[in-house]
């Protein structure tokens, strides 16, 4: 039996997140069926569009909730073209017996090379002054952060952390790391305390990891800590800033200006309040919208579908023994 997938992406999302390349090569190994619409599912509805489906390849806005389990008993797997699980109830789809899968981190240097973007426009207010220009006006020039002579701080030490690191090092910035799951090695890396690196940067980037220990970690306390005049950067999640507190530090003028590629609006996009400020730089999370790290996630999700149609437990299996389904299913297939 020929395996069948739905492939839950809005055609934007397609576009953006998978491509017709990685669907190319998806059909290669199942039949695929395409979501005709513009509307992102859930639940009962994304059960009743995938009916008749082995598996669900989800891009990051399509949750996977315990309704769409229940009500697919055929249903063996749910892939997630992200590293994000955060919006699949794990336990439900275990309970299930349906698989749950995610893939690799294929955006580090495309996420990285969005940071810079964000540390020379609000060190130089590029942003700024090109809006002056297309209003009709002239923008006042004024005197800018030399990168070259500033510090980063960067907290959160994973794989984009420590590619941000890199980068800034190359280009003669000073760089400070917090994390308290990281041990530095690199001897220009210096290491400190949250508060302490926060004090001590004239830009901070949040690379953190979401969990409830880290929600609103920048908080009042943490903007009243940063460095008078500091730049703030986002590009982690959206839940662990406190946006209050956040518009409070820059009405005060206690930091200078912030960019972000997420916060709290929708598929974890920027506040619009927030995103209209003429001291904030803000896209629409994305960070990893580039052909390379687009195509790395999905072909993921390809060859996860191929170990499947082979009885193969796939890479990025997040809860392979809870996955009776599929067992029940490789049997009944030999």
Known sequence: MKFRVFLAHTPEMFEGYYGAR????????????????NQVLSGAGLAEAARGCHAIVADRATPGLA????????????????????????????????????????????VVELGVCFMVDLAR????????YRAGALPQGRMGLQLSAAKLGIIGYGRIGQRMAEV??????????ADPFAKITDPRITQGGFTEVLADSDIVVCLAISDASTRH????????????????????RGE?????????ALDSKHISGAAMDVGSAPDQRPNPLLAARADVVATPHIGGMTPEAMEHQAMD???????????????????ADAAFRLREFWSASR
């Open 22 to 37: 990685a669907l190319a090569a998806l059909s290669e190994h199942a039949e695929v069926i395409r979501h005709p619409g």
């Open 67 to 110: 309704e769409t389990f229940s009500s697919m008993p055929g249903l063996l797997a749910f892939l997630r073209v992200a590293v994000d699980i955060s919006t699949i109830n794990v336990p439900a789809a275990s309970a299930a017996g349906v698989l749950v899968t995610r893939a690799t981190p294929g955006f580090v240097d495309a």
């Open 125 to 132: 207010n590029v942003s700024g002054m090109v809006s002056t």
């Open 168 to 177: 800034a090092l190359a280009l003669g910035m000073r760089v400070a790391v």
């Open 217 to 236: 970690l920048f908080n009042a306390a943490a903007f009243a800590a940063m460095k008078p005049g500091a730049r703030f950067i986002n590009l982690s």
């Open 240 to 248: 662990l800033v406190d946006e209050a507190a956040l518009i409070a």
């Open 301 to 319: 999700t390809v060859r996860q579908i191929a170990a499947l149609a082979r009885g193969e437990m796939p890479d990025g299996a997040v809860n």
